[in-house]
């Protein structure tokens, strides 16, 4: 027990203030994950020496990860709590921590976009403004100082609670409930992918299937898309993510895809055959 690594009060004041630089490598093929590593390397360097369990970290951390830049803060901190766990002890598999990732992000992604998007920076914005229409240069000073209040106590204590929930979490697991829970995480992640998919891709083929006159002389058409609308809404959406995930199982490169899918919706939205 004496031997044991654990995080400490400067790691995590540390991972603190990296997570103000999540999105300063954010990219479009793993999204927030180049960020989410550089905020764990602190806590990585306390946890493992040089070497093989370090560099599975590190790589651990490069996977696909994105949610609601501000509640990154607790997964950081649960996170944090099973790598000290896994470091610690060993019998905690890497792919527990991924699957609690991929469980965490997409509720709190859902959490974080209406209280601080669609509440917190709208109405603070409406009173500055109201300020600053006056002529007081109050306005803008108030919001930027409230709106950044907001996101580093949110930050900070966001991390620290989730790094003791996240210890309290591993203590109380006993016998099979740590595979339970990964086998949670990645079910929760799962239906939250599934459930996105249809409201991130959208895909519409605007070329006619038929074109009726009816009885008042009004010609109605319909389009191809209008047809698959008919048959399940969003099955192209599904289709294609689908495809794609297929193309990264056979480990087709991710740009390539993108670049693809560009060139594809460039082409068709110039010939016509797509909306």
């Known amino acids: 027990m004496e031997n044991q690594n654990k995080l400490t009060k400067k790691d995590l004041n540390s991972m603190f203030l990296r997570s103000n630089l999540l999105l300063g490598s954010f990219n479009f093929e793993r999204v927030q994950n180049m960020g989410f590593c550089f905020v764990m390397i602190p806590a990585i360097k306390r946890l493992y020496a040089p070497g093989k369990e370090r560099n599975e970290a590190l790589q651990r951390h490069l996977e696909w990860f994105n949610t609601h830049p501000w509640l ?40 974080g976009d209406p209280i601080f998007w669609g509440t917190a920076r709208p109405v603070l914005a409406a009173l500055g403004a109201s300020l600053a229409a006056a002529g007081s240069i109050a306005g803008p000073i108030l919001f930027f100082v409230a709106i950044n209040a907001i996101r580093l106590a949110t ?110 919706g460039i082409a068709g939205k110039a010939f016509g055959f797509l909306g």
């Open 155 to 264: 930050k900070y204590f966001g991390l620290t609670l989730g790094y003791e929930k996240g210890n309290e979490i591993i203590k109380e697991m006993a016998g099979g409930r740590i595979q339970k829970l990964t086998e949670g995480a990645s079910v929760v992640g799962l239906f939250v992918m599934g459930a996105l998919v249809n409201k991130w891709t959208t895909i519409n083929i605007p070329i006619i299937a038929t074109r009726i006159t009816n009885d008042s002389g009004k010609v109605v058409t319909q389009t191809v898309q209008d047809v698959l609308d008919s048959i399940m809404p969003g099955m192209l959406a599904l289709l294609l993510t689908l495809f794609v995930s297929w193309l990264l199982k056979k480990n087709v490169s991710p740009l390539l895809i993108i670049l693809v899918i560009f060139i594809v």
């Open 72 to 111: 990154t803060a607790p997964i950081f901190g649960v996170v944090g709590a099973m790598e000290e766990e896994k470091a610690n002890h060993g019998n905690l598999p890497g792919n527990s921590i991924s699957a609690m990732k991929i469980g965490l992000m997409g509720p709190l992604a859902g959490v």
